[in-house]
């Protein structure tokens, strides 16, 4: 079992920034890569961001790009999600997730799941 915990969210205003972390434990944190999702009010969960067990390779969906950054300290069992120049329609309570070996942008592929956290970005 692999237990995520994601703090860091809030309410920001258009153009501002927020840093989202999610701290693991369990299982060894280096052995999965991890995701970030979204999911507004009515809508599918959507892909935000991976990053592979090194931290090295790292993927973004499209509306993100140049806004977030994704990142993991694996010594510290975190991964974080750094968002930038935030929308309102970046507001969602956002998951990280964990899945073993390799990243994806499927949520349904995933193992584990934290509770969220709710990012507000107010116009």
């Known amino acids: 079992q692999v237990q995520l915990v994601e703090s860091g969210g809030g309410l920001a205003q258009a153009g501002g920034s927020l840093r989202l972390s999610c701290a693991a434990s369990g299982r060894t944190f280096r052995n999965y890569a991890m995701g970030w999702f979204r999911q507004a009010p009515g809508q599918e969960r959507e892909f935000v961001a991976g990053i592979s067990l090194s931290g090295i390779g790292t993927r973004y969906a499209d509306s993100m790009k140049g806004r977030f950054t994704i990142s993991r300290d694996n010594a510290k069992n975190t991964v974080y999600l750094q968002m930038n120049s935030l929308k309102p329609e970046d507001t969602a309570v956002y998951y990280c997730?964990?899945?073993?070996?390799?990243?994806?942008?499927?949520?349904?592929?995933?193992?584990?799941w934290g509770q969220g956290t709710q990012v507000t970005v107010s116009s």
């Open positions: 997730a964990a899945r073993a070996i390799t990243y994806s942008a499927y949520a349904a592929e995933y193992d584990y």
